[in-house]
């Protein structure tokens, strides 16, 4: 059933050796799994029914709280996908924040949920002018080869780590403009000054990627490459020029944040030609956002996004995965990256199935597996309580402390329902500190706005009308900065949180 995937899943075997700390992590991340899994019938969730078709359906994963924390979210991850991508754990800025001191934490943390589950590890990504560290500037390397070294190098490091447990990489992330030019980036700089031109370094990067792990299949992956246009024909051209010159090139990501009602009608026709150019596709980092609030008629649109964007898959033999860019509303990148947008996923914030869900599901060839059967019982009226008034405990947590990139959330639990609240973070703006961004783990319909003064940068949050918040923990609110300045936190980077539960309001207020 895996012919379409067969060289995609080559690098499987060899994941029982766990380090000790990891097993017993995926050990209790398993016995969460198993115990919240319903009995399964064939092709009853999405990874199942992929399985039947030949493809894998996968998701991105992060490693926050709710990969350690929320049994709802690890069992519904282990139960309904067969790869997993790190939505940030992999990238050079995380793993490589100073030169030559390596993170792996989060990294390991999501290839241990992966093994541990039978899932495909896609890892995200090597080479991307996004996320870089700061140390990687034209300054510290200022020839054309000392920046090619230290790409090379970094690849070879991390490709080396994760051999026989990531089976693909995205090796070049985004390298185009939307006209089709090659985005001027510091790698592209060096590989025109060298004299390789300006697909030099992909190519170079793709050669160190192949040493570091011949297993690995080699993907480049960028967006607005879904449809027939100028974008995705200079990604074809680069793909068949790389393949005329013997470079190690296996596939074509494309990316797919679409948004609500504009899947491009050519989907299946550009996968069919990656595919005749002797490339795989994989559908990488699919989502779908609406304007919120999203309306039942939204939400239909989005069922019929998700499952055209299935069977264009299916169509074509070559297009061997899809990967959805998270798959609950409740820890998506949208809300934080498109304000006013999300509900983008195939699972609400409660993680609940929306419809966008079972037409993937369907769109598979899969079916729900069949309701249990009514009981005949009368169950014994309870009486509806009031809200219950419930505590609400405001923890600050810094995530990051670079001067490059600072991230100081502030984490929530609530033991009642909350029916209103405002999450307010102030960041001193000392020199160099500019604005970044701001994201909730909530989704759903919390409201984020920002404004910022020459002194401080203030991030809010809020429910939205009607909006409450049942009992739970791990919510994080995350305010970001960026720039070359002091580290953060500083004095006068502070939080409030004001909440209201059972009727009671409350207000909490410290510093990071
Ligand atoms: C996003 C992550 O989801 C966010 O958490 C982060 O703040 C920014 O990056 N294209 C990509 C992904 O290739 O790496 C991006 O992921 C989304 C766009």
């Known amino acids: 059933m895996f012919d379409r995937i067969r060289n995609e899943t080559r690098a499987r075997p060899g994941w029982l050796v766990l380090p000790l700390a990891g097993l017993l992590l995926v050990t209790a991340i398993g016995a969460a799994a198993r115990s919240a899994q319903p009995a399964a019938a064939a092709g009853s969730s999405l990874r199942q029914a992929a399985e039947a078709k030949g493809i894998r359906f996968g998701t991105a994963l992060i490693a926050t709280s709710n990969l350690s924390g929320n049994a709802t979210y690890m069992a519904t991850a282990a139960r309904e996908f067969d790869a997993v991508t790190p939505g940030n754990e992999m990238k050079w800025g995380t793993v490589e924040p100073t030169q030559g001191q390596f993170n792996w934490t989060g990294a390991d943390q999501i290839v241990a949920f992966a093994q541990a589950h039978n899932q495909v590890v896609r890892g995200h990504n090597l080479v991307w002018h996004s996320q870089l560290p700061s140390w990687v500037n034209s300054t510290n390397f200022p020839t054309a080869t000392s920046v090619i070294n230290v790409m090379q190098q970094h690849i070879t490091t991390e490709v080396t780590r994760f051999a026989g447990k990531v089976i693909q990489w995205d090796v070049v992330n985004e390298p185009f403009n939307e006209d089709g030019s090659f985005r001027s980036d510091i790698f592209e700089q060096a590989s025109v000054n060298n004299g390789t031109g300006p697909s030099g370094y992909i190519a170079a990067a793709l050669r160190t990627a192949h040493q570091a792990d011949p297993n690995a299949r080699?993907?480049?992956?960028?967006?607005?490459?879904?449809?027939?246009?100028?974008?995705?024909?200079?990604?074809?051209?680069?793909?068949?020029?790389?393949?005329?010159?013997?470079?190690?090139?296996?596939?074509?990501?494309?990316?797919?944040?679409?948004?609500?009602?504009?899947?491009?009608?050519?989907?299946?026709?550009?996968?069919q030609r990656f595919v005749a150019a002797g490339v795989s596709v994989w559908v990488t980092e699919l989502d779908d956002r609406i304007t919120l609030p999203a309306s039942a008629a939204n939400l239909a649109t989005q069922a019929n996004d998700y499952a055209s964007v299935v069977r264009a898959c299916l169509a074509v033999t070559g297009c061997v995965g899809i990967t959805v860019w998270g798959f609950t509303d409740l820890d998506s990148w949208i809300p934080g990256a498109f304000p006013g947008q999300g509900a983008a996923d195939l699972f609400d914030s409660s993680i609940n199935p929306k419809p966008a869900y079972s037409s993937t599901l369907t769109a598979l060839g899969g079916s729900m597996a069949s309701p249990s059967p009514t009981p005949t019982r009368t169950p014994t009226p309870t009486p509806t309580p009031s809200t219950p008034p419930g505590s609400v405990t405001a923890t600050p947590v810094v995530a990051s402390s670079s001067p490059f990139f600072n991230e100081e959330d502030l984490k929530l639990a609530n033991t009642g329902t909350v029916t209103a609240l405002t999450v307010t973070i102030v960041v001193q703006r000392t020199t160099g500190i500019s604005f970044s961004g701001q994201y909730n783990t909530v989704g759903g319909s919390i409201l984020q706005s920002n404004s910022s003064t020459a002194s401080a940068v203030t991030y809010t949050f809020t429910l939205a009308s009607g909006q409450t918040l049942g009992a739970g923990s791990g919510r994080v609110f995350a305010a970001q900065t960026s720039g070359s300045g002091t580290a953060h936190p500083t004095a006068g980077d502070t939080f409030t949180v004001t909440a209201t539960s059972g009727g009671a309001t409350t207000t909490q207020s410290g510093h990071f």
């Open 218 to 271: 080699l993907y480049l992956n960028d967006f607005n490459i879904e449809g027939v246009n100028t974008k995705s024909t200079a990604m074809l051209n680069l793909v068949t020029s790389l393949k005329s010159q013997g470079v190690p090139i296996d596939g074509v990501g494309l990316e797919s944040h679409f948004i609500l009602g504009q899947v491009p009608s050519t989907l299946q026709q550009n996968i």
